[in-house]
């Protein structure tokens, strides 16, 4: 029996002005001792999520994934700031998951208020 009750995501994410591939994949032992869940591959621009996460870890890895790829599109020169990617990464995306779970209501009430602010 599957734990998987939400269907398969995005097969891409446009993360700022670059398009990123979305593939689930057994992580591999190394990524296992690692604990790695997913990947952020900057330059062939691929994110990879373990395909063996119920559905709670995929969405909170797959949006850490995503988090990487917005903080390298800005931040990718800011020495200071890289050396605390992860610990800034993990910060904004286990916080925006309970921001998103306490307010179920706020995430597509900010999606029409965005749609309605792009130009005609
Ligand atoms: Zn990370």
Avoid at 110 to 120: C, F, G, V
Wanted: charged fraction near 25%; charge should be neutral.
């Amino acid at each position: 029996m599957s734990r998987r009750k939400v269907p398969v995501g995005p097969k891409s994410l446009t993360i700022g002005p670059f398009v990123y591939s979305v593939d689930l994949k057994w992580p591999g032992e190394e990524s296992i001792k690692a604990n790695h869940a997913g990947q952020c591959r900057y330059f062939p621009c691929e994110i990879v999520v373990s395909e063996d996460l119920n559905d709670q870890r995929r969405g909170e890895v797959l949006l850490h994934e995503a988090l990487h790829g917005i903080f390298y599109n800005s931040l990718k020169h800011n020495r200071q700031v890289n050396a605390n990617e992860e610990t800034i990464v993990d910060a904004f995306g286990l916080g925006l998951i309970a921001l998103m779970r306490a307010n179920p209501d706020f995430m597509p009430y900010l999606a029409k208020l965005i749609a309605l602010s792009e130009p005609k």
